[in-house]
């Protein structure tokens, strides 16, 4: 019964890893998107650029097989599958969204990584809290070329 109940949380943890990692990756390409052809920001899409390779580079380096990361994955069977999408009034309010996605899944990522691979928590907070500053300036910098 141990056994089968390690065997659950493991599944648990990896879909978790993987879920998330996904989440982080695809919230920071919209944000690189946006910036990029709506607010044409260079400097701050190549800060994206670096954040979202960063944090690819991080996922890789966890102890984890890839495979069983795919295998772990039950999409079709996932209980949020179904949650409605809000809407959605601007590329800033996209832009707005799409940063929170990313900080929240690498929360994730670093509570996992407290269970899975300890040495990696950090690494994975440092890039959280990069991910803060970055919103920081980005929104910052939405909001000063909404007043010129």
């Given amino acids: 019964m141990a056994a089968l109940r390690r065997f659950a949380t493991r599944r648990s943890t990896l879909r978790l890893i993987d879920a998330n990692a996904n989440r982080a990756l695809e919230g920071l390409r919209v944000c690189e998107e946006i910036v990029r052809f709506h607010l044409e920001a260079a400097p701050l899409f190549r800060r994206l650029r670096r954040l979202r390779h960063a944090i690819a580079a991080a996922i890789r380096e966890l102890p984890i097989d890839r495979e069983d990361l795919l295998r772990a994955r039950e999409s079709r069977f996932d209980v949020g599958r179904q949650a409605r999408a809000s809407r959605v009034a601007s590329l800033e309010q996209t ?3 799409n940063l929170q996605r990313t ?7 670093e ?3 407290r269970v899975t691979a300890p040495r990696h928590t950090s690494q994975l907070q440092r890039l959280r809290f990069t991910t803060y500053e970055i919103e920081r300036d980005l929104l910052l910098s939405v909001a000063t070329l909404r007043h010129s």
């Fill in 95 to 97: 832009l707005v969204i």
């Fill in 103 to 109: 900080k929240e899944a690498l929360r994730v990522l």
């Fill in 111 to 113: 509570e996992c990584a």
